[in-house]
Every structure is written in C-alpha cells, then in structure tokens.
C-alpha cells in the first residue's frame, strides 16, 4: 500500500511558477513509477508528466515541455513537479499518483492523491 499527500498548490500569475510535493507513505516506494496528472473543471483528467522508479527517464505531455520538470527523492518517499512559466490554461487540480508500470495512461497507476488547486490568474 501506497498512501500520497499532494502539497505546494496554490494562486499563481501568469509567467509565475509553483514547486508541488508528493510525499509517499511506505517502504516500497522507490519500486513505484510515479505521475503527475491534472484535471480542470468540465474536462477528463490528463497526463502531466511521469518519472520511472529509477528517477529517469522522464515523460511529459507536450502542453508543458519544456515548462515543467518532475523529479524525485526516493530518500526522502517524495516526487516534485517544478511548474515555470505558468499559463491560466495550467489551471486544474494535481494529483500524483504512484503505478509499478507508470507511463501518461492514468488506468496504469494503482495509487491517487487527494489533490492540490493550481490557479493561475492571467
């Protein structure tokens, strides 16, 4: 068993940036795959970005290539999305989720976190 926190939401201006934390319960973390998606309102969640047990390599939707880097501390049971030069379209809830296969498909991950608002006000 996985348990996942999210933290590290918040209300951002465009051009600004957020750090989100995923802090993991359980011994066996570091065998997990790990995922960032998102979903705003009125649409289906989508893949963000996903980094495998090893800490790399690393996926990312194009919507934010080049903008968003995840990375992970497996000492520390906690995986990060630094998010730079945000847009009002990054708007949406954050969840990280933790899989043994990982990849962008949310139906690969076995273990979801409640969540975090990012707002970002153009």
């Known amino acids: 068993q996985v348990q996942l926190v999210e933290s590290g939401g918040g209300l951002v201006q465009a051009g600004g940036s957020l750090r989100l934390s995923c802090a993991a319960s359980g011994r066996t973390f570091s065998m997990y795959s790990m995922g960032w998606f998102r979903q705003a309102p009125g649409k289906e969640r989508e893949f963000v970005a996903a980094?495998?047990?090893?800490?790399?390599?690393?996926s990312y939707a194009d919507s934010v290539k080049g903008r968003f880097t995840i990375s992970r501390d497996n000492a520390k049971n906690t995986v990060y999305l630094q998010m730079n030069s945000l847009k009002p379209e990054d708007t949406a809830v954050y969840y990280c989720?933790?899989?043994?296969?990982?990849?962008?498909?949310?139906?690969?991950?076995?273990?979801w976190g409640q969540g975090t608002q990012v707002t970002v006000s153009s």
């Open positions: 989720a933790a899989g043994k296969d990982g990849g962008s498909s949310w139906a690969r991950y076995d273990y």
């Open positions: 980094i495998r047990w090893s800490g790399g390599p690393t």
